[in-house]
């Protein structure tokens, strides 16, 4: 089973507000949900799984419905930094099996591409394990 493990976790400190970054909206739909999205219209991704900030995992289970997000299964309780946030999003979702592939990324970096996560499984596959990375762009 392939598995997208998404971070959502954190509180946003350096953006400020009462709401986390993740849940901010641009264009009526919050941050996440162009994540989640994109996860779910890949073909090798069976499930999505959301380790989230404490308050707000039934607003994450809510966009099942609200955007179509069918392969979203479930929330994990994040915790007190990103390292503990997938620790904690790893061990939930023991048992795994050998050929299992969790594929780990951030709910505010939307714009991930069907290539990157494609070619991350691929990789995975083939090699046991993998790291996308991306050129920074200076600007």
Request: aromatic share 12%.
């Given at each position: 089973m392939?598995?997208?493990?998404?971070?959502?976790?954190?509180v946003g400190q350096r953006v400020g507000g009462d709401i986390p970054k993740q849940f901010l909206e641009v264009r009526g739909v919050p941050v996440?949900?162009?994540?989640?999205?994109?996860?779910q219209q890949n073909p090798g991704i069976d499930r999505i799984v959301v380790v989230c900030v404490?308050?707000?995992?039934?607003?994450?289970?809510?966009?099942?419905?609200?955007?179509?997000?069918?392969?979203l299964e479930k929330t994990i309780p994040g915790g007190w930094n990103s390292m503990q946030s997938i620790s904690n999003g790893i061990f939930g979702l023991a048992p795994a099996g050998d050929d299992d592939i969790v594929i780990v990324h951030d709910s505010v970096r939307p714009l991930i591409s069907q290539f990157?996560?494609?070619?991350c499984i691929e990789k995975c596959r083939t090699y046991g394990n993998g790291c996308a990375s991306i050129p920074l762009q200076e600007t």
């Open positions: 392939n598995t997208a493990l998404i971070l959502a976790g954190g996440i949900a162009y994540t989640l999205n994109a996860f404490d308050g707000w995992a039934d607003e994450v289970m809510s966009y099942r419905d609200r955007f179509g997000i069918s392969k990157v996560i494609s070619d």
